[in-house]
């Protein structure tokens, strides 16, 4: 059996039950994957149902551990007496100098230091791939997580690949250096993938494939039939996404206090927290309520377990998410499964996902008044939220299952990519 190590920042966040699901899917190929984090989440757990599983937990790359320094001594001594060792030993002082100046901020001497610690990482990170037989690293990031797997393949030759989750400008410096020294990466949607075709031109590894996120719809599925909103009654309306200004949830609440003037009875659920677990945009999603004076059609709920996530999608009649920037969007996903229609901003990737009128309703990002008229529409017309509900749920299984990214992954660890730089092609 083949056995990776599968790379995640800050590990287990609040939204990364995707990585769970394709970790499983994996297993179930026959590939091995072992957990490996840069450092715990800084707001501590978010109660997954899953986190308690003994194979969900992870190995840290950080704090720092002594064993990795000796490690990083260990393999660099030899470079006093043997000239293959010094060409290694210069490598990684080449790379650490040219990330450390690719980052605009901090100046050249705090960088330095900073990528010390990251080469201390990549050591320790190959101490545990000889310990575990780890043969090759997956990498869900492009960020420090990158140049900690990038570090390592200096040292030791471990060879890495990456998924691009984002935009590339999301991820930090020193991008054409990671996907040089990658031996493939994974891109979520076309977008996506015309762009860094584009920024890292001359960079790019020999094959970039595009391997979407997933859901597993057996997982998000209902338990009774789809009951559309009936006039008169209580208009349910969920939204889930992180506490972040990029998620939109301001013009979200204030699209809710024009449903309101209308008549409509909207009773909104926003599931997610914010970085810091309680004590940052939710303040300011806190005062814009108390301000609209609409604390009796909108709660904030935090993040919730997936048996949660899935009771409270099960309950509604729309699902709604007003990010001004969505890369794809498992949470649409999630809701797309579960037979609830969808208003959703068409921003990033979200149209490979969401065909406007057929699998749920896009409207333009910043723009209350497209969320109030879309939703206003669908809490008329039961037959057309049922209708979108329906197509929602056949997109999703037909194109979006969690098995579809774990099989591009599994094929190109197994076979791996010709190290030529051409032929970028796509899967």
């Known amino acids: 059996m083949t ?34 984090s840069t450092r715990p989440p800084r707001s501590g757990s978010v109660g997954h149902d899953w986190e308690t599983e003994p194979d969900a937990h992870a190995y840290y790359l950080m704090p720092l551990k ?6 990083l001594a260990g393999g660099l001594a030899p470079a006093l007496w043997d000239r293959r060792a010094r060409d290694k030993l210069r490598h990684l002082v080449s790379e650490m100098h040219v990330a450390a100046r690719a980052e605009p901020r901090g100046g050249l001497a ?70 040089r020294n990658a031996s493939f990466a994974l891109i979520i949607t076309k977008v996506l993938l015309e762009s860094i075709k584009v920024e890292l031109l001359g960079s790019l590894p020999a094959q970039v494939a595009i391997a979407p996120m997933g859901v597993q719809t057996d997982l998000f599925k209902r338990s009774s039939p789809y009951q559309a909103f009936q006039v008169g009654g209580e208009l349910r309306l969920v939204s889930c996404g992180r506490l972040n200004e990029s998620k939109g949830h301001d013009q979200l609440i204030r699209a809710v206090a ?23 945009y939710r303040r300011v999603l806190e005062q814009l309520i108390m301000d609209l004076d609409i604390g009796d059609s909108v709660e904030l709920l935090g993040s919730l377990p997936e ?4 009771a409270q999608l099960q309950q509604a009649h729309v699902f709604v998410l007003a990010s ?41 990002p910043g723009n209350p ?16 939220a049922t209708a979108l509900g329906r197509a929602a749920r056949e997109r999703v299984v037909d194109s979006f299952q969690s098995s579809r990214s774990a099989k591009v992954l599994a094929a190109l660890v197994e076979f791996p990519c010709r190290q030529d730089g051409k032929d970028h092609g796509q899967r």
């Open 110 to 179: 705090r960088n330095l230091v900073i990528q010390a610690g990251l080469i201390c990482a990549g050591a320790d990170l190959t101490r545990l791939a000889e310990a575990r037989g780890i043969a090759h690293v997956h990498v869900h990031s492009c960020a420090n997580a990158a140049q900690v797997a990038l570090y390592a393949k200096v040292i030791s030759g471990l060879t890495y690949s990456l998924s691009l989750h984002g935009s590339l400008g999301d991820y930090g410096p020193n991008q054409p250096s990671k996907w």
């Open 66 to 71: 002594v064993q990795a320094a000796l490690a």
């Open 307 to 310: 048996t949660e996530v899935v």
């Open 369 to 384: 008044a497209g969320i109030v008229e879309a939703v206003t529409r669908m809490a008329q017309s039961p037959a057309l």
């Open 3 to 36: 056995r990776i190590g599968y790379l995640i920042p800050e590990y287990p966040g609040q939204t990364h039950s995707f990585f769970w699901r394709e970790l499983l899917e994996l297993r179930r190929m026959g590939i091995l994957a072992d957990v490996v």
């Open 258 to 280: 024009e449903l309101r003037k209308r008549g409509l009875s909207p009773k909104l659920h926003i599931l997610g927290e914010d970085e810091s677990g309680g004590g940052g």
């Open 324 to 364: 001004h920037s969505e890369p794809l969007g498992v949470a649409i996903m999630e809701a797309m499964s579960m037979q609830l229609p969808v208003v959703v901003t068409g921003t990033g990737g979200v149209p490979e996902l969401v065909e406007d009128g057929v699998s749920g309703v896009l409207v333009e």
